[in-house]
């Protein structure tokens, strides 16, 4: 038995009163790289663990393929799981480790040697077997782990924020080295991560999560590009948010809208949310245009330069308390603005969302 | 998977616990065992002490007449009377010597120290017999006094009781404080004394308060154990008789004993050491601050003065503590005629032990062993199971582990004789009954061992193990018990030096081919024989303490593990 798909049915999961996951339903297809994305606390560990079979969830059925496993003992369904704390046992080899899950299906010596190392060379522990855990450093028990879960063949690969407890340097490293390694055995992914750069870069879908909720199911690209709720487009990237007043059509799938500073002309996505309105665009999105150059735009007053060397940030100030990051690059011989002078901001119709605001 | 060929899925194995499950399959046995060995036994003490005046209607005419005859109630007294002494002196004793061992440069710490678990562990019996051989009537040293014109108090009766169990329980005290010391942080005495307070001042109002539950906690510890101690009472009583001296006599009389009378003092003794340790865990919640000292209270610089009346206190308690011992060794080693030692180097003790010593030996390193077995494997299975399996079955085992504290060993001795003198569990009289009863009274060492490591130990790693297809049954043997490894080593070793001069229990279960070296050194102590007692004596200290430098030097473990 090879990779299979998954399918999450209204799954829910109390805890007395409160709710740790509430009636999420995912459909992971075979082979998938799916990421759960979402902030502490939001219950991407509950699900994972729903789906290992650690916990039973209070309502809601998990389907590997067509089967229901619901019934099925956490040892017999199959998962490779890593964990957050690593998890490794520590009073094992590094090949003890990775043959565990081996021997407990009775497999034979030779078979068992076959398949651990050919795991050590994919992972390149290779000269490291008889190593205890403790003389391993983090990336190389996490890789140990990565090993023990994958070497199982299982039928879904279930990991729980594995790079959390890395270095920056490490964890870039490892990112890389996990997606190619799952790419090569196609064994569907199950990724739990609140680092939404990680996220981006290894998924192939993403579910972004908030107080046990799916607030989006969609390919990272989608996910950045055309975020669903105002949430996802607040947590996923940077956004200014800016109210908005609708002041009628522009055309088939425009709107013209009121801002403070100015106007704009929108692409509509969706229906156009009633009442009161948020816009979002993204620093990257907006240009910097001379004040009386025509056209549509927000005027304001350059309050702020951040030169951070490639890139520079400049903060405009809108007036009315109001502030629009805007993210430029930095090209040799152009000089720096100086603090003070004034700007019309430019967005294309197609970079401008347009949100109901968040009722706190 | 193209390079890969296929793994099947995990086994599934048949069998009673693949349909149950391995942990209910667990839990119920090991709920079977306690409850078999411990909670049936009491229950049954109870039935027999009511059963007497059953036919005459009033099931409780033998307590009627235990509070209405002076012989009796006078004997209750007697009891409270030698465990309220000890007790306070206890503290009085326990408190100061803890705080100068560890605030003072004292000398000799670390031999001060030893000392204190040695006096522990030491059976108390040993204790009583030696201060009989310096004090007694024909005792050394009092023939030395006499000699000179001074006439020393007699150690018998209830004064010579209370002395040994001050001696030989101050260090419940000692050791609750001295760890209670290492949990206060430095800073709070830095404050206190910032503001202006003198040491002793500091001591009475900001530490001795953060002390209380270790305190209260170390007298009420010396007070169970004062209360139910057999040997001491038989040995220094005489004529001043106390409860459990009582129940033995009543229960092993050879002219007829009156079983039901022992059950109904038996229940009476269980209801005295249930109240202190329910009174325990009630002062010791509602006075605990729960702190956590980040940088524990360090050792002052004192002047010389203090530093030396500090070491003088210290030493000279520690001295009274350790005379029987030494007198003990050392009088294994000297000629003897009964009780009449003679100041001539011999090695005939040792000799005259060697082929009597045999079985005893042998029963005594068997029964040990095994029950030592039993409880550091049923004991990690029970900490697992409150641990990781939260629940009220749970809860149910915990307060049955922790009930086994509260049962004296008598009592238990008297419950077991009750409950299996019968076919088909005829029991009594048997190795089997002794293995079991040290076995469920020694249980909580390996659980409480085993439970405080478990609290640390994620819950992943074991996840991992069940995650990677390994049911809980391999998952707890390959990794829990692992893991555990030193938790039970160190819960193992306490049990063996717990359980290997146990007296109380083996002198109500033992049959003569059953008896053990605490037994064999009790009967010649019974019968005047000094200086063998004192050479069996030395082979029982050698073998309680030698466990204890296991876990204190190869473990790493600090004394206070012992209370
Ligand atoms: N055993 C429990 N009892 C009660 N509430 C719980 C329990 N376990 C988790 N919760 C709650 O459920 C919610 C989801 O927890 P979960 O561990 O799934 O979060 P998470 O998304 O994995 O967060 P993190 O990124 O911090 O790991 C949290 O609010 C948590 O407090
Ligand atoms: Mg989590």
Redesign the interface.
């Known amino acids: 038995m090879a990779s299979t798909s998954v399918r999450i049915d209204t799954v829910t999961k109390r805890y007395g009163d409160s709710i740790a996951v509430d009636g999420v339903s995912l459909a992971i297809a075979k082979g998938e790289f799916f990421t759960l994305l979402g902030s502490s606390g939001c219950g991407k560990t509950t699900l994972l663990r729903i789906v290992a079979g650690f916990l039973k969830q209070t309502g809601g059925r998990v389907l590997f393929g067509d089967t229901c496993i619901d019934d099925l003992a956490p040892q017999h369904r199959n998962t490779g799981m890593v964990f957050q704390s690593y998890a490794i046992f520590p009073h094992l080899s590094v090949v003890d480790n990775i043959a565990y899950g081996l021997r407990a299906r009775g497999l034979k010596a030779a078979e068992i040697k076959r398949k651990v190392d050919t795991y050590l060379e994919l992972t390149r522990l290779s000269h490291l077997g008889h190593r205890k855990p403790r003389e391993l450093s983090g990336g190389q028990q996490q890789r140990v782990v990565l090993a023990r879960a994958m070497v199982i063949e299982p039928d879904v690969l279930l990991m729980d924020e594995p790079l959390s407890n890395l270095d920056t340097e490490m964890r870039i490293h490892l990112r890389t080295e996990i997606r190619a390694l799952q790419r090569k055995i196609g064994v569907t992914t199950i990724y739990v991560t609140h680092d939404q750069e990680e996220a981006l870069l290894m998924s192939d879908r993403i579910a972004v999560m908030r107080g046990g909720r799916l607030e989006q199911v969609a390919s990272p690209h989608d996910i950045y590009n055309r975020p669903a709720t105002r949430f996802v487009a607040s947590f996923i990237g940077e956004n200014n948010f800016l109210p908005a007043v609708h002041r009628g059509e522009a055309g088939p799938g425009h709107v013209r809208l009121e801002l403070p500073g100015g106007q704009f002309t929108a692409k509509l996505r969706g229906d156009l949310p009633a009442g009161a309105l948020e816009a979002a665009f993204r620093p990257q999105d907006i240009e910097l245009c001379p004040p009386d150059g025509g056209g549509d735009g927000l005027v304001g007053t350059l309050a702020d330069i951040q030169f951070l060397g490639g890139t520079v940030r400049y903060a405009v100030d809108l007036g009315g308390g109001h502030l629009v990051q805007v993210a430029g690059s930095n090209r040799s011989g152009v000089a720096l603005p100086a603090i003070g002078t004034r700007y019309r901001l430019g967005v294309s119709p197609a970079a401008i969302a347009l949100f109901a605001p968040e009722v706190a | 998977?193209s390079?890969?060929t296929?793994?099947?899925?995990?086994?599934?194995r048949g069998g009673l616990a693949r349909h149950l499950g391995f942990w209910p399959v667990v839990t119920a046995i090991v709920f079977v065992l306690i409850a078999g060995l411990l909670l049936l036994p009491v229950a049954n003490i109870v039935g027999v002490s009511l059963s007497a005046g059953a036919k005459t209607g009033g099931v409780f005419e033998n307590y009627v007449s235990f509070f209405s005859e002076r012989f009796y109630y006078q004997t209750l007294l007697n009891s409270f009377w030698v465990s309220f002494w000890p007790m306070v002196f206890a503290v009085c004793l326990g408190v100061p010597a803890a705080y100068f061992v560890n605030r003072y440069e004292i000398w000799g710490r670390g031999f001060v120290r030893a000392a204190v678990v040695l006096t522990f562990v030491s059976p108390p019996f040993i204790g009583s017999y030696s201060w009989v051989v310096l004090f007694g009537r024909s005792g050394v040293l009092t023939q030395f006094f006499s000699s000179l014109g001074i006439p020393l108090p007699s150690i018998y009766g209830a004064p010579g009781i209370i002395f040994v169990f001050t001696l030989q329980f101050f260090p419940f005290v000692f050791l609750l404080v001295s760890s209670g010391l290492k949990s206060i942080d430095q800073s709070v005495e830095d404050a206190a004394r910032n503001l202006g307070s003198s040491e002793f001042r500091t001591f009475r109002t900001a530490i001795a308060p953060l002390l209380v539950p270790s305190i209260t906690t170390g007298a009420l510890l010396v007070f169970i154990a004062s209360f139910t101690d057999l040997g001491t009472p038989i040995i220094l009583g005489e004529r001043f008789r106390v409860l459990p001296v009582l129940i033995y006599g009543e229960f092993v009389n050879e002219f007829g004993g009156r079983p039901v009378l022992a059950s109904a003092l038996s229940v009476l003794l269980l209801l005295v050491t249930t109240a202190a340790l329910l009174l325990q865990r009630w002062l010791s919640a509602r006075f605990s601050h729960a702190t956590a000292a980040i940088r524990p209270l360090q050792v002052q610089e004192q002047p010389l003065g203090k530093r030396i009346a500090a070491t003088a206190f210290v030493f000279l308690l520690i001295g009274f503590a350790l005379l029987p011992l030494a007198n003990i060794v050392v009088s294994s080693f000297l000629k003897s005629n009964g009780p009449v030692l003679v100041a001539s180097f011999t090695l005939d003790n040792y000799a005259r032990i060697m082929d009597r010593l045999a079985l005893p030996l042998w029963n005594t390193l068997f029964y040990t062993t095994v029950a030592t077995l039993l409880c550091a494997l049923v004991g990690t299975a029970v900490a697992y199971i409150i641990v990781r399996r939260p629940g009220p079955v749970s809860s149910l085992l915990d307060t049955a582990v922790m009930f086994s504290y509260a049962v004296p060993g008598i009592v238990l001795g008297v419950g077991l004789v009750v409950t299996y003198h019968e076919p088909p569990f005829a029991l009594t009289g048997t190795a089997a009954i002794l293995i079991l009863a040290y076995f469920i009274r020694r249980l909580p060492f390996s659980v409480r061992s085993s439970v405080s490591m478990l609290q640390q130990i994620?819950r992943?790693?074991e996840?991992?193990?069940?995650?990677?297809?390994?049911?809980?049954g391999?998952t707890f043997l390959?990794?829990t018990v692992?893991?555990l490894?030193t938790a039970i080593l160190s819960g193992a070793l306490l049990t063996w030096s717990n359980t290997i001069r146990e007296l109380s229990a083996t002198l109500i279960l033992q049959s003569g081919t059953t008896a053990t070296v605490a037994i064999e050194i009790f009967n010649e102590v019974v019968n005047g024989n000094f200086g063998v007692a004192s050479a069996l004596g030395t082979v029982l200290i050698l073998l309680t303490f030698l466990p204890l430098v296991v876990l204190f030097t190869l473990l790493g473990k600090k004394e206070e593990a012992l209370v």
Not at chain 2, 6 to 12: I, K, Q, V, W
Not at chain 2, 463 to 472: E, F, K, Q, V, Y
């Open positions: 998977m390079a890969l296929d793994t099947a899925g995990p086994p599934r994620s992943d790693t996840d991992a193990s069940i995650n990677l297809g390994a049911g809980p391999r390959r990794i692992p893991l490894a």
